[in-house]
Nanobody, 126 residues
Framework: QVQLVESGGGLVQPGGSLTLSCAASGFTMEYYAIGWFRQAPGKEREGVSCIASTADYTYYAEAVKGRFTISRDVTKSMVYLQMNSLQAEDSADYFC???????????????????WGRGTRVTVSS
């Protein structure tokens, strides 16, 4: 069965960095896009980044462009989100998800994603 397990969240000071990991199992990673989403308290969940099935295409929300980097290691069935220059506004629960179909592109549209992890919390505070 499909499983996605996030890790790497925690407390970090403003300006700091964190790397989130998403361990994927139960499917062939090269066939699907993997996305990262986040949800802050009282706010709707939003798409942060994704990497397409071919890994040639990545997407970033405007709020994180230039600060976050998504990558994957198919040999380890892992997807990573490197987050730099973290700000208080980045505090949220972060989720990884897989699309329900393959494709050469991806975006932050939640309806494209069929399976979700339980999330990992990131808190940016001094």
């Amino acid at each position: 069965q499909v499983q996605l397990v996030e890790s790497g969240g925690g407390l970090v000071q403003p300006g700091g960095s964190l790397t989130l990991s998403c361990a994927a199992s139960g499917f062939t990673m090269e066939y699907y896009a993997i996305g990262w989403f986040r949800q802050a308290p009282g706010k709707e969940r939003e798409g942060v980044s994704c990497i397409a099935s071919t890994a040639d295409y990545t997407y970033y929300a405007e709020a994180v462009k230039g600060r976050f980097t998504i990558s994957r290691d198919v040999t380890k069935s892992m997807v990573y989100l490197q987050m730099n220059s973290l700000q208080a506004e980045d505090s949220a629960d972060y989720f990884c998800a897989k699309t329900g179909f393959g494709g050469y592109t991806c975006d932050g549209n939640e309806s494209d994603y069929s399976h979700w992890g339980r999330g990992t919390r990131v808190t940016v505070s001094s």
